[in-house]
């Protein structure tokens, strides 16, 4: 009688747990991993990079999601909406040096891109936030970013009966700070740009890739730029230090808090001018570069690269070939999530 | 032991077992004590432990598979970091997923530990990618440079030559004891050749040699450190506090079993006492029970032989009531006999002069008739004198005139007892006591003539028949006793309280009103006050004076009526508040109701008949 009990709450237990296991959480990198862990496919070589794939949007809550991206109600001056900084159908970004914010406040950083940012390991330049649902309040509470609360977004969104009535659809409790960042963190999780020209290559149709990329390609591979920039997203799963082969910052100068990196997070010292490894996808519509923005052109981005990272010669063709290569990492975002 | 005695046995259990609050509050409180001995013996925290260590389980099966996805980075069998840093964040996840479960300050062990291991994964990450790097670069310029430096003098080519050798040395063996060979390479290389520090390739293979140098173990002892986190010990610890506090609660639970063990025991000992006193007061109840029997059996046999003379008696009863309704239509017909004796003896009177006269009108006429023969068929003598003489003695001129007149009376007198006959014929119609169509009107003509003589000295009489009225269901003949007793019982109670040569009025309508038929029959009379209104229709209610009425004649009209026909009979006041006024009233359609109703009051009179 005992045991039938407890194999019964064994059950629940196990039911709650799936139940209470994160799924919106875990993004698309993490469940590549499953528990059933195949230690031996785990040794073969695979390519550097792999092709995306389309996903299986959830279009309700990503409408939502993308009705309050786009939304500047949830900036304390409502001016100031997700979509101001993460230009959708321009990469994602702002095309600013550093970030503009609310009151025209300067910030401390480049904006990066919120495409394919649920590929990524870890959110913002110095990686403090592991999923979506831990980036998004981020920019809203920022004082130089948008200025505001969850809470007070969602009193002044409280007015409007169509948000109202569409939170009501979609979840028990309705309009709630939770919610909202849930139905953001959907949309962001649709933001994938697949279909780019590597990636048709990449799935054997060779003439998607015109032959200077192709030698790119082949320089990505052998000068080493793909030992950090690899996997689906090519880059975004890794730290990395900005200044491996030489000294950027001392040549930059000017050192201010916010280039000390992970280790504003960390604090160890080791972690110091730390960075996530940033996604190359989509890379000739983010300019400028790096997360001071210091780079203005691809041209720029990709010498600093092979000059403090590899540390190596490199030639002007070999350059613009790199360029051709990284063009052709430009995806489409689905027409609809524009 | 006297029946009185057990009786009294047999109700005593129920004292002594206590229907008194004291004991319903005892009883309360053990059963309340056993359910709370339940629950807690049920709370072993054996869900929260199975959750716990399944969390546990997840943390671990990450961290293996977090485990094996380095050490193929460092040999360089996958080039990609996707399935390393999945497992990263997978590891992230079900570490949080166990904090929340256990709560932050109690896994906050646990989480340092994962937090380290990571940081450490991160590093060897980092690391791994700048090793690989700058051991490709450096031996490509390596390479480069023994193209370059090919034209030199022998001591730079030699130099540079042992450069390389000692460079493919080290890497090809990975030895860190290796390491002091390349120094001393790049040295002498120097040595030989002061312009070789500025050529590029030299200064970039002396870079990557450098960080080499640096990284190369710091890439080893980074993924022996990220192996050396004792993430697994932790785990083992978080089991182990799990699994004594499982033990704990677990033994909790048994102490509280062990009590509900006592409690159920002393319960069923206490039921089990119980048990054998209940039999002991069955027993002394079922003795109680068989006397009890005899008893019953006893007076059941005088209910039976009461019941038996109930129903002989209920028998008498209707053959009386069927008699007496026998008797109250003789009692009628008796009555009116004499009156419609009286009615035939009028016409007949005139009818018998009227024909004496015409018998007296004939022997008259003979006489002219002879003298007509004798003179006109015998050829005898015209004797005008004695022809006058014959002629006016017969009276001829009056007679002319009145026997034609004297037949008239004669037919109109036979006429009027043919009427009387017919309506006599019609009110004594032999009823089989069953509801057939008839037509109510011409029972109440029939009726009123047939009581003419009982109505006629002390009201008139007016009929308001409809003629449009349907045929009702009934039985003519007990309705015309109906009719008639309250025809009877009008023109009495008018005859009661007239002056001389006063006339009252009687009045009979017939209507029809939706689903039934109603006949009223009004009279000027005295009316029946309203204290007795109620007990008219009682057998042996009457007002009247001995040896007048028996007071059977409305118990009658409204037995018929209402147990018959399933009708009403109601009186009320007159039209003016004067008199009385009888309403009969018939259902059209008959019913199951009705028929059952009828079917109880003709059943009996069916027998008897």
């Known amino acids: 009688m005992f045991n039938r009990g407890r194999s019964g709450v064994l059950l629940l237990a196990a039911l709650a747990l799936a139940g209470c296991e994160p799924e919106a959480s875990f993004d698309t990198v993490a469940e590549q991993t499953s528990r059933t862990f195949d230690f031996a496919s785990s040794l073969t070589t695979a390519a550097p990079i792999t092709p995306l794939q389309p996903l299986d949007v959830e279009w309700t809550r990503v409408r939502l999601g993308k009705r309050l991206f786009h939304d500047p109600r949830l900036s304390r001056d409502g001016k100031i909406a997700c979509a101001t900084c993460h230009v959708i159908a321009e990469g994602g970004d702002d095309g600013l040096r550093k970030a503009v914010g609310i009151d025209a406040a300067v910030g401390r950083l480049n904006t990066p891109t919120v495409l394919n940012a649920s590929l990524n390991f870890a959110q913002f330049w110095d990686g403090r936030a592991t999923t979506l649902e831990e980036q998004v309040p981020g920019p809203i509470h920022d004082p130089k970013e948008m200025g505001s609360s969850l809470e007070s977004a969602v009193a002044r969104l409280a007015g409007d009966a169509e948000i109202v009535a569409r939170f009501a659809d979609l979840y028990a409790d309705g309009l709630t700070g939770d919610n909202m960042v849930d139905a953001i963190a959907a949309y962001e999780r649709a933001l994938t740009t697949p279909g780019s020209p590597f990636d048709r290559y990449l799935e054997g149709e060779d003439e998607a890739l015109e032959p200077r990329a192709k030698r790119g390609y082949d320089l990505f591979l052998d000068l080493g730029c793909v030992s950090c920039h690899q996997g689906r997203n090519v880059g975004g799963n890794m730290f990395q230090h900005f200044g491996v082969m030489g000294d950027y910052f001392a040549d930059r100068g000017n050192v201010t808090e916010a280039d000390y990196g992970r280790y504003n997070v960390t604090g160890r010292e080791e972690d110091k001018f730390m960075f996530k490894v940033p996604s190359l996808r989509n890379v000739a519509e983010t300019a400028p570069y790096f997360h001071d923005g210091s780079a203005e052109r691809l041209a720029d981005a990709v010498r600093t690269m092979i000059r403090y990272q590899l540390g190596r010669p490199i030639k002007e063709e070999q350059v613009a070939d790199i360029i051709a290569f990284l063009e052709s990492l430009t995806g489409e975002v689905h027409p609809e999530l524009l | ?609």
């Open chain 2, 1 to 609: 032991m006297s029946p009185e005695g057990s009786t009294r046995d047999a109700h005593s259990p129920r004292a002594r077992w206590g229907s008194g609050p004291a004991t319903a509050t005892v009883g309360a409180a053990v059963l309340g004590l056993a359910a709370y001995f339940f629950v807690m013996s049920n709370r072993t925290g054996g869900d929260s432990y199975e959750a716990g260590q399944r969390l546990l389980d997840n943390v671990a099966s990450s961290l293996v598979t977090l485990d094996s996805t380095l050490f193929p980075l460092l040999f360089e069998l996958r080039t990609d970091l996707d399935v390393a840093t999945g497992a990263q964040r997978r590891l992230v996840v079900d570490t949080r997923a166990y904090e929340a479960f256990v709560g932050t300050e109690r896994a906050a062990e646990l989480v340092d530990t994962v937090s380290r291991k990571l940081r450490l994964v991160d590093d060897f990450k980092a690391h791994q990618a700048v090793v690989r790097n700058s051991r490709a670069i450096a031996s490509e310029m390596i390479g480069e440079l023994a193209g370059l430096t090919a034209l030199r003098d022998t001591p730079t080519r030699t130099a540079v030559a042992d450069t390389e050798r000692a460079w493919l040395r080290f890497v090809s063996l990975g030895a860190p004891e290796r390491l002091r060979g390349l120094d001393h390479a790049i040295e002498a290389a120097e040595v030989a050749d002061a312009g070789l520090v500025s050529v590029d390739e030299w200064h970039f293979f002396q870079l990557h040699a450098e960080a080499q140098q640096r990284n190369a173990d710091r890439l080893r002892s980074l993924l022996l450190e990220v192996y050396r986190t004792p993430v697994g010990a932790v785990l083992e610890r978080h089991r182990a506090v799990l699994e004594a506090e499982y033990r704990q609660a677990a033994f909790a639970a048994y102490r509280f079993r062990l009590a509900l063990f006592v409690v159920v025991v002393a319960l069923l000992a206490f039921s089990g006492y119980k048990v054998l006193q209940v039999g002991r007061y069955v027993r002394l109840v079922r003795r109680s029970n068989e006397q009890l029997e005899h008893r019953v059996e006893a007076r059941t046999a005088e209910l039976s032989t009461a019941a038996k003379s109930l129903h002989a008696e209920m028998r008498e009863r209707e053959a009386v009531e069927t008699q007496l309704r026998m008797a109250q239509k003789l009692e009628a017909i008796g009555q009116l006999a004499a009156g419609i004796a009286h009615e035939i003896n009028t016409p007949t009177q005139y009818v018998s002069d009227n024909v004496n006269f015409l018998a007296t009108a004939w022997s008259d006429l003979s006489k002219v008739v002879d003298e007509y023969e004798r003179v006109v068929l015998g050829g005898g003598s015209v004797d005008t004198d004695r022809r006058k003489a014959v002629w006016d003695d017969a009276d001829v001129e009056y007679l002319r005139a009145e026997v034609p007149s004297a037949l008239v009376e004669a037919a109109s007198g036979l006429k009027q007892i043919g009427r009387i006959v017919k309506a006599m014929k019609d009110f004594s119609h032999p009823g089989d006591e069953s509801l057939q169509p008839a037509d109510l009107n011409r029972a109440i003509e029939s009726t009123v003539e047939v009581a003419r003589n009982e109505w006629k000295y002390v009201a008139e009489l007016e009929l308001d028949l409809n003629a449009d009225l349907p045929f009702v269901p009934c039985d003519l003949s007990a309705m015309n006793q109906v009719i008639l007793n309250i025809v009877v019982n009008a023109a009495q109670a008018i005859g009661g309280g007239l002056e001389p040569g006063e006339l009252g009025r009687i009045r009979i309508s017939s209507r029809q009103i939706g689903g039934r038929v109603e006949v009223v029959v009004e009279d000027d009379g005295p009316g029946i006050p309203e204290a007795i209104r109620a007990q008219v229709f009682d057998p042996f209610f009457t007002t009247k004076d001995v040896g007048k009425g028996t007071g059977q004649g409305l118990a009658i009209a409204f037995r018929v009526v209402q147990q018959q026909h399933g009708g009403t009979l109601t009186v009320g006041e007159g039209r003016d508040g004067r008199g009385a006024r009888f309403v009969i009233g018939l259902p059209l359609a008959r019913d199951a109701a009705t028929d059952a109703g009828a079917a109880v009051a003709v059943q009996p009179l069916a027998a008897v008949t």
